[in-house]
């Protein structure tokens, strides 16, 4: 059976300014940044050492057969493996110095799939290495920070200031905050993790079978997810902020468990659910970005009157995406999961 073709993601608009060089050195592999001497000169590195593209997640490198023979533990650390070939070259090219956003937008990603992953796979994840969650978290945090930065600047600070605002908290991610998430990510602390999550991904499992058990974990999974991610979905835009914003978090764990399943099914029926997915994420996360950012204001406005306008306009504006999440989670409810 071929492997069916997951959608990919587009990249960020990258903002104006100087383009990112490709031209000069190339980027060092994970292990090369876990001494202290490395770390140290890496966050201060200019961007114009950084030639590597920033690297999207591939569909998963297992075919179908091997997808429904592979055992629980199997599978857990081909799909490790999967999450960290996005994650070592966006990780490298950030501690060595890229001030690139999608450098910082994939590397997240990266780790939200390895997140997911693990979660999925939870009956079998404890033969991952000890304390890996908390060791990446704080970079997982500090990306999230970066990533939020960037979109008020690029995307929701013209829209605001279009429409009158005084206040729209332009201000993109400052060199400094640059240099201190370089220095983060080239920490030892994440990047031996990374390094030891490796050696469990490319490692034997103890008792490796082929009794079909990963794949039997994954369904059940997608099944359960499913069902939580739509339960809801005609009454989307009358939740609280907290519910709606778990629902994006699960579609996205959904969607991602998915792609890690998806060999093992038709092309055709992965291809259809997989766009109705991919839609309701993206209006899931519209309007939850919209959500947070008028949170970000309304803090804004405690000291400056001025930003008051920003959380009415995006109040008005999270109205309309709300109920256009709910439409895309009702389209995703009437497709049947290709599993």
């Not at 990249?11 to 060092?28: D, H, I, N």
């Not at 799939?113 to 693990?118: E, H, K, Q, T």
């Not at 995307?155 to 983060?184: K, M, N, Y």
């Amino acid at each position: 059976m071929s492997r069916p073709e997951i959608p990919q993601r587009s990249a960020a608009r990258r903002p104006r300014g100087r383009p990112l060089p490709r031209t000069v050195a190339a980027v060092p592999d994970v292990a090369s940044l876990t001494n202290t001497a490395a770390v140290a000169s890496s966050a201060e590195a200019p961007a114009a050492r950084v030639v590597m593209a920033p690297v999207k997640a591939k569909p998963p490198p297992w075919s179908g057969k091997q997808a429904r023979a592979m055992d629980g533990g199997t599978l857990l650390r081909r799909m490790v493996g999967a999450c960290l070939a996005q994650v070592e070259p966006n990780a490298a090219a950030i501690a060595r110095g890229s001030r690139d956003p999608e450098h910082v937008h994939q590397l997240r990603v990266g780790l939200r799939r390895l997140r997911s992953a693990a979660r999925g796979m939870a009956p079998f994840a404890g033969a991952m290495p000890h304390g890996w969650e908390p060791a990446v978290m704080p970079v997982f945090d500090a990306l999230g920070q970066s990533r939020d930065r960037f979109i008020r600047a690029t995307t929701l600070a013209p829209r605001l200031r279009a429409a009158g605002a005084a206040v729209v908290d332009d201000a993109p991610p400052s060199e400094e905050d640059a240099r201190a998430l370089a220095r983060r990510v080239a920490g030892s602390i994440f990047m031996g993790m990374v390094q030891r999550l490796r050696a469990f991904a490319d490692g034997a499992a103890d008792r490796a079978g082929d009794d079909g058990s990963g794949l039997a974990r994954l369904v059940d999974r997608l099944r359960k997810l499913s069902r939580q991610v739509t339960r809801h979905a005609r009454h989307f835009d009358e939740l609280p902020f907290e519910a709606q914003h778990r629902a994006r978090k699960r579609l996205k764990r959904l969607r991602y468990l998915a792609e890690f399943a998806a060999p093992a099914f038709a092309r055709a029926d992965v291809r259809r659910w997989m766009q109705h997915a991919s839609q309701a994420q993206d209006a899931l996360g519209k309007h939850i970005d919209r959500m947070l950012a008028g949170r970000h204001f309304a803090e804004l406005a405690v000291a400056d009157p001025d930003a008051w306008f920003a959380v009415g306009w995006l109040r008005a504006k999270s109205e309309r995406s709300a109920r256009a999440a709910r439409e895309a989670l009702l389209r995703l409810r009437e497709v049947d999961g290709f599993w």
